[in-house]
């Protein structure tokens, strides 16, 4: 038998593998696509119908065209909030990791610092953001201090309870053969947290999204929440859609990615789900 011939099982499954995904993929966002259509149809037989000025409610064919017609500027300003909302959360994962690894090594620590994760989401987003915006200016810091404060929590959570959740029996057979605590944490408690700060993550980057906007319209020189405030002080109700749609888009990309980190780094975890297939 030839390489080629063993090779073609291996890669027949493999397209049979992405068909299959692909397929699950569209049967998972297709009721969600459906709706989407339904209410776009039904906003724009109601402003034809209704006569409704477009400074008041814009017709989603006139937001297409208008955000279109602005393209370079909406794109301008969407890479600002992108790159704020990426170091932002890169910034909070990080500190998310840390903080959550070293909980998870110290009951002292667990005591200390899991009731001040519960108290930071008990701040007030809206009166923290100009304070940080007055505090450190109109740079990149703010910015991501809003993202972090939005988006922590729930990430340090997830890993927290993650490696809490380990098999008990698989930690107990690993140190009756003499693994060390590091060693515990490594084959056992590690893998168990992942699926969860997964889901964790899916729920912090829509966070991260809506912390960038408002912070930028905190206080911005760039970015969809600027490019959005200046637009609604222009009565340009068009153009504030646009870039509420492509904040949109931005948001479901981001989620969608999560989706494929967790398929490279644990693809056991999606086995059997009910979610997106990539």
Excluded: C
Aim: no cysteine; hydrophobic share 55%; proline share 5%.
């Amino acid at each position: 038998m030839t390489i080629s011939a063993i090779d073609k099982p291996a890669t027949a499954e493999r397209d049979t593998f992405s068909f299959s995904g692909i397929r699950a993929s569209v049967r998972w966002a297709w009721p969600a696509v459906t709706v989407v259509a339904a209410l776009i149809a039904v906003w724009q037989v109601y402003v034809q119908i209704s006569g409704i000025r477009p400074q008041v409610l814009p017709s989603p064919g006139r937001v297409v065209v208008q955000g279109w017609a602005q393209r370079d500027a909406i794109a301008e300003n969407a890479a600002a909030t992108l790159q704020v909302t990426i170091v932002g959360f890169a910034v909070s994962s990080v500190l998310a990791w840390l903080l959550a690894v070293a909980v998870d090594f110290s009951p002292w620590l667990r005591r200390a610092f899991v009731p001040l994760f519960v108290v930071s989401q008990t701040l007030p987003i809206i009166a923290i953001a100009p304070l940080l915006i007055i505090w450190f200016g109109f740079g990149l810091l703010p910015k991501v201090l809003v993202i972090a404060l939005a988006t922590f929590f729930p990430m340090a959570i997830g890993l927290i309870e993650g490696f809490a959740a380990a098999d008990r029996d698989a930690r107990s057979l690993l140190a009756s053969m003499g693994a060390s605590r590091w060693q515990q944490f490594r084959y056992v408690r590690l893998p168990s947290a992942l699926p969860r700060f997964f889901t964790s993550l899916r729920i912090g980057i829509t966070y991260a999204v809506v912390g960038a906007i408002f912070a930028e319209y905190a206080g911005a020189s760039a970015g969809l929440g600027i490019y959005m405030s200046q637009q609604k002080n222009s009565f340009r109700t068009d153009l504030v859609l646009a870039a509420v749609a492509v904040t949109a888009m931005i948001s479901v990309i981001l989620f969608v990615s999560t989706f494929v980190m967790e398929r490279l780094v644990v693809p056991w975890a999606r086995q059997g789900s009910a979610g997106p297939h990539v």
